[in-house]
């Protein structure tokens, strides 16, 4: 199980390994995906510890904006190296999620984001 917070806000924040290994992935995107349904949140951040970001890591990022995306959840990706940003920024391609150097930055680009729709 991956180890997640929530917010007062509703947002869900998960910890994820920067350095997933490759067979880690899988059960990484499922665990993302039962914290989806079970706590039904109103945004997501997924956090990003520890560095280098790997390959799995990267697409396991994939798959959970995919997933988010879905549901209708907005997505935000925290990588506090900034050569961990630059390799998300590079490696997730044309759609890509908010990627911010900390959680509060996110919640704060969030929370921004939800005034702005409203």
Do not use: F, N, Q
């Not at 665990?31 to 997924?46: E, K, N």
């Not at 990706?77 to 930055?105: D, K, Q």
């Not at 919640?107 to 729709?117: E, N, R, T």
Request: with cysteine.
């Amino acid at each position: 199980m991956l180890p997640i917070k929530m917010a007062d806000d509703g947002v869900l924040i998960i910890s994820l390994s920067a350095d997933l290994a490759i067979d880690g992935r899988a059960a990484a995107v499922w665990a993302i995906d039962d914290l989806l349904s079970a706590h039904r949140p109103s945004s997501v951040i997924l956090e990003l510890t520890g560095a280098p970001v790997s390959p799995a890591a990267v697409s396991t990022v994939v798959r959970a904006d995919r997933m988010c995306g879905d549901a209708g959840v907005r997505l935000a990706v925290v990588a506090p190296r900034a050569e961990a940003r630059r390799a998300l920024a590079s490696g997730l391609g044309a759609r890509t999620p908010e990627i911010h150097a900390t959680v509060p930055a996110a919640l704060g680009a969030l929370a921004d984001a939800v005034g702005l729709a409203a």
